[in-house]
């Protein structure tokens, strides 16, 4: 496997609100004569970026030694492995065109037709983890040059992953005069790893994600006495993949494969997202690949190994 970098300028994310670059940085893992071969454009997680699963992790794999094993072994005829970096001052992303944050699920489509031209394919993946997770799923649902998904504990039922987080978000964010002014405070500090801290970028985040006005962000919830806004709320559960799957069975049957899965004691209890988003699809008679395992939200990489197999398996086998 090669290891390229490209110096990408998007159009989409030009004179975004939070005045994040818009020439990114575009790490590419490339086979031996990479033309035609599957394109698979993975996103990162939140607080991380995709160019991160190159680093060094003496206890499990970086992406490059993952290609390059699974190609000596027989388990792949090689892949064309896209990394780009889309972290924002909101602490990561969840790959939605948001007036708060930028369009960055324009960028990601900006990304993928880059790349198909350049490599001369149509055979496209998108792949991620959590927020990643989300966002190959909600792109992949609403447009068609994404033939193949793999969500690996993507958001989903947004019940039991973000309302057991709205009471630190209130106690910290109360503190302060406007949102704005507590995220210039976070990005002032020297440490920025305290979990209240990380929790309470995480709900301004998806806030600025679900729920922007303007440049502004409308949080779900009463700062004063912590009650939920309805109104808010609802605009946050119309983004959330098991509505949204409701209304596009059709679009989702055309994909060649899509693959979820997730640990069965995840953190965030995305199991139980993942499990309707599974049973929804059924019901809908969408084919979808669904696996559990044993173990939670973090050090899962590992299972990018399944994944990875099964989306150059369909690409390749299914006519485009």
Same mark, same amino acid.
């Given at each position: 496997?090669?290891?390229?970098?490209?110096?990408?300028?998007?159009?989409?994310?030009?004179?975004?609100?939070?005045?994040?670059?818009?020439?990114?940085?575009?790490?590419?893992?490339?086979?031996?004569?990479?033309?035609?071969?599957?394109?698979?454009?993975?996103?990162?997680?939140?607080?991380?970026?995709?160019?991160?699963?190159?680093?060094?992790?003496?206890?499990?794999?970086?992406?490059?030694?993952?290609?390059?094993?699974?190609?000596?072994?027989?388990?792949?005829?090689?892949?064309?492995?896209?990394?780009?970096?889309?972290?924002?001052?909101?602490?990561?992303?969840?790959?939605? #065109?948001?007036?708060?944050?930028?369009?960055?699920?324009?960028?990601?489509?900006?990304?993928?037709?880059?790349?198909?031209?350049?490599? #001369?394919?149509?055979?496209?993946?998108?792949?991620?983890?959590?927020?990643?997770? %989300?966002?190959?799923?909600?792109?992949?649902?609403?447009? #068609?040059?994404?033939?193949?998904?793999?969500?690996?504990?993507?958001?989903?039922? /947004?019940?039991? @992953?973000?309302?057991?987080?709205?009471?630190?978000?209130?106690?910290?964010?109360?503190?302060?005069?406007?949102?704005?002014?507590?995220?210039?405070?976070?990005?002032?500090?020297?440490?920025?790893?305290?979990?209240?801290?990380?929790?309470?970028?995480?709900?301004?985040?998806?806030?600025?994600?679900?729920?922007?006005?303007?440049?502004?962000?409308?949080?779900?919830?009463?700062?004063?006495?912590?009650?939920?806004?309805?109104?808010?709320?609802?605009?946050?559960?119309?983004? $959330?993949?098991?509505?949204?799957?409701?209304?596009?069975?059709?679009?989702? #049957?055309?994909?060649?494969? @899509?693959?979820?899965?997730?640990?069965?004691?995840?953190?965030?209890?995305?199991?139980?997202?993942?499990?309707?988003?599974?049973?929804?699809?059924?019901?809908?008679?969408?084919?979808?690949?669904?696996?559990?395992?044993?173990?939670?939200?973090? $050090?899962?990489? /590992?299972?990018?190994? %399944?994944?990875?197999? @099964?989306?150059?398996?369909?690409?390749?086998?299914?006519?485009?």
């Amino acid at each position: 496997m090669r290891l390229n970098f490209t110096d990408f300028e998007s159009e989409a994310l030009k004179d975004n609100p939070l005045g994040d670059l818009y020439r990114r940085k575009i790490a590419v893992l490339e086979p031996d004569n990479p033309e035609g071969k599957p394109l698979i454009v993975y996103l990162s997680g939140f607080l991380s970026s995709s160019i991160a699963m190159l680093n060094y992790d003496p206890f499990s794999e970086d992406m490059k030694t993952r290609l390059q094993r699974m190609i000596s072994e027989g388990k792949s005829n090689g892949v064309i492995m896209v990394l780009p970096d889309t972290f924002t001052k909101m602490g990561g992303n969840q790959f939605l #065109n948001s007036t708060a944050v930028g369009n960055y699920e324009d960028f990601i489509i900006e990304i993928i037709k880059y790349f198909s031209e350049k490599y #001369n394919t149509d055979k496209v993946a998108l792949m991620g983890k959590s927020s990643g997770g %989300y966002g190959s799923m909600m792109i992949g649902i609403r447009h #068609n040059e994404v033939k193949a998904i793999a969500d690996h504990s993507g958001d989903a039922y /947004f019940e039991y @992953i973000y309302i057991p987080d709205f009471p630190t978000a209130i106690d910290r964010l109360r503190k302060f005069s406007s949102w704005r002014e507590w995220l210039q405070n976070f990005w002032n500090k020297e440490s920025k790893k305290r979990k209240d801290e990380l929790t309470t970028l995480m709900i301004l985040a998806m806030a600025a994600f679900y729920s922007p006005n303007g440049n502004d962000v409308d949080l779900p919830f009463d700062l004063d006495t912590g009650e939920i806004r309805e109104d808010v709320w609802k605009r946050w559960l119309e983004k $959330d993949p098991t509505r949204v799957v409701k209304n596009h069975f059709s679009e989702l #049957n055309k994909k060649n494969v @899509i693959f979820i899965d997730v640990g069965r004691r995840d953190e965030y209890n995305i199991q139980y997202g993942s499990r309707i988003l599974h049973s929804l699809l059924t019901k809908g008679g969408v084919p979808h690949i669904y696996e559990e395992f044993e173990g939670g939200h973090h $050090d899962t990489a /590992f299972r990018y190994e %399944y994944s990875i197999a @099964i989306l150059e398996k369909y690409l390749n086998s299914a006519e485009n």
